[in-house]
Every structure is written in structure tokens, then in C-alpha cells.
């Protein structure tokens, strides 16, 4: 049963993107990052209220002041807001399949944080992994393109803004990190998604709602990846990860791009380049290898 809502989570964070870009032909890339966050945020209050209270969690040694607290939750809410304005923007100019690989980055910024800052050990896995991904994320952004041409490319410039969506990402997970000991992880999703989706809807003052004629399975479709894609495949697979190894977790993070790269293939047609297929395995198996090297914190003589 486990197992099943970790793929269930895979298979909507995989068709997710390809959801995403069929609804940006109809509205813009803010409103529809906007809309996708308020209704996340709106789901994850909605489970904050009906969550039965848990038992008492056992606060870190280091837990934040309330200011330190405020910061953080605002950084991260920035970052999600932010990240999903760019990823909505590269998809209007590359694949679904090279800006979903390109956006894993953000494991490995987090991986850079747990060594730099939190000082975890970097073993040759790790770096091995990291090294991995760094490979073939060049290897897509590259796409074998003439250097002259290349700063030009739509193409290049869409995988440049999945880049960096995956930075901003980063700073919204590791918010999260550093947030959510002694807190309930519901309790720190809701005032980020609320500044998410204030920091989309900002954006959206500045440009239009329709790119096209007003359509409302569009905005159906809309809705249900802020509903279903950022927030019941957050739920299934913050359970799922409760009880499964770090390498099952890992591997189904892996699998995320590789699958949005197949449908994008089969159902949108997307052109696959030899350089995207060559580099999408390196990065998933480099993110991989760099989240199974984590260190595991023991609790109680269980995993925690």
C-alpha cells in the first residue's frame, strides 16, 4: 500500500508538467502560477483544520526564534513563488522532458547545503552523484549547439530558466529544512504556499490573465495541478517516505523527470534530442546516488 501512493506520487509530479504546459496556451505564466499556489495553499489549510493533533513532536536543540522563523518562512514562500513563475516561463520556451530534468538542480544545491552548512559528511558516493548530475545537466543545456548561436537559442534560454526555478526551489526546500523541526510539516506548508501565492499573484498584476480565448476546462485542468499536483502529491509522498527506504525515496524522486519525459514524447510529440537523452539519466542517477548518501538521523532505534 505504501508503495502504491509513492507511484501514485510519481505519476502525478511525472504528467504534472505536461498538464502545466497545455494550460500556459490559454492563460499566462503568472496568473497560472498564482492560481496553482492559492489553491495549493487553500488545500493545505483545509488539511491543517481537519488533522486530528499528533503526539507532541520533540523540538530540535537548535529550533528557531519566532523571528528566525518568520524569515525562513518567508524566504521559502518566496522561492516557491518565484520557482514556479520561471518553471511556468521555461516551459513556454523547451521541452517538458529538459526543463523538468534541469530542475532537479535543486537537489543538488540542497545536497551543497547539508555539506556546507550543516556540515553532514560528503562521501564518494555523494560526490560522485553530485559530480553526475553536474555532467548531465551540461550535457542538456549544452544540446550540442554552436557557441555563437547558443546564447540566442529559445531553447538554451527555457533550460536556463528551468536552472534556475530549480534554485529557487532549493531555497523554498531548505526553508522548509529548517523550519519544520518541532513543527508539524502541514503547519509550515501553509504560510508558504500563502506566500507563494502572493508573491505569483504580484507578478500577475503586471501582465495579463489570457493568452488566448477564456476556456474552462483549461481552467479546470489548472486548478486540479495546484489541487492534486502540488497538493495531494506533496500528502502521498510525505507518507509513503515515512516508512520506505531512502533508495526507494530516491529512486521515485529520480523517476519524476524521466517519466514527464516519456509522456512529453508520446502525447505532445516534443522533439528528443540525442544530448537530452544522454543527459537526463546522468542527472536522475546523479540526484539519486547524492539522496541515498544522506546521512540518517537515528531515533528511538528506527530511521527517523
Avoid at 494550460?23 to 483544520?49: K, M, Q, T
Avoid at 544545491?109 to 545537466?137: D, K, N
Avoid at 554552436?146 to 529557487?168: C, E, H, K, P, T
Wanted: hydrophobic share 55%.
Amino acid at each position: 500500500m505504501v508503495r502504491a501512493l509513492l507511484l501514485l506520487a510519481v505519476l502525478i509530479w511525472g504528467i504534472q508538467p505536461l498538464v502545466i504546459k497545455i494550460v500556459l496556451d490559454v492563460f499566462s505564466v503568472s496568473f497560472a502560477a498564482f492560481a496553482r499556489s492559492l489553491v495549493a495553499a487553500v488545500f493545505f489549510g483545509l488539511v491543517a483544520l481537519l488533522s486530528s493533533p499528533g503526539p507532541a513532536s520533540v523540538p530540535s536543540p537548535s529550533r528557531l526564534s519566532t523571528r528566525g522563523l518568520v524569515l525562513w518562512l518567508v524566504v521559502g514562500g518566496l522561492g516557491l513563488g518565484l520557482g514556479n513563475v520561471l518553471w511556468n516561463l521555461s516551459l513556454t520556451r523547451t521541452t517538458v522532458g529538459a526543463s523538468s530534468v534541469l530542475q532537479m538542480g535543486a537537489n543538488i544545491i540542497i545536497a551543497l547545503y547539508g555539506i556546507l552548512v550543516l556540515q553532514e559528511r560528503c562521501t564518494a558516493l555523494r560526490t560522485m552523484g553530485l559530480l553526475l548530475s553536474l555532467g548531465g545537466m551540461f550535457i542538456v543545456s549544452w544540446n550540442g549547439e554552436d557557441v555563437s548561436a547558443l546564447a540566442s537559442s529559445r531553447y538554451f534560454q527555457g533550460n536556463m530558466l528551468a536552472l534556475a526555478s530549480g534554485i529557487a526551489f532549493s531555497l523554498c526546500a531548505i526553508a522548509q529544512k529548517v523550519s519544520v523541526p518541532g513543527r508539524s510539516s502541514v503547519s509550515v506548508a501553509v504560510p508558504i504556499f500563502a506566500l507563494s501565492a502572493l508573491t505569483c499573484g504580484t507578478t500577475a498584476l503586471f501582465g495579463p490573465v489570457l493568452v488566448s480565448g477564456f476556456n474552462p476546462a483549461m481552467l479546470a485542468a489548472l486548478i486540479l495541478t495546484g489541487l492534486i499536483g502540488m497538493g495531494l502529491g506533496n500528502v502521498l509522498f510525505t507518507e509513503s517516505v515515512r516508512t520506505v527506504t531512502a533508495s526507494v525515496g530516491a529512486a521515485a524522486l529520480a523517476a519524476c523527470p524521466m517519466v514527464s519525459l516519456v509522456c512529453a514524447t508520446l502525447m505532445l510529440h516534443e522533439p528528443t534530442s540525442a544530448y537530452l537523452l544522454a543527459g537526463a539519466p546522468l542527472i536522475c542517477a546523479g540526484v539519486a546516488a547524492a539522496i541515498v548518501s544522506e546521512p540518517v538521523a537515528i531515533a528511538g532505534g528506527r530511521p527517523a
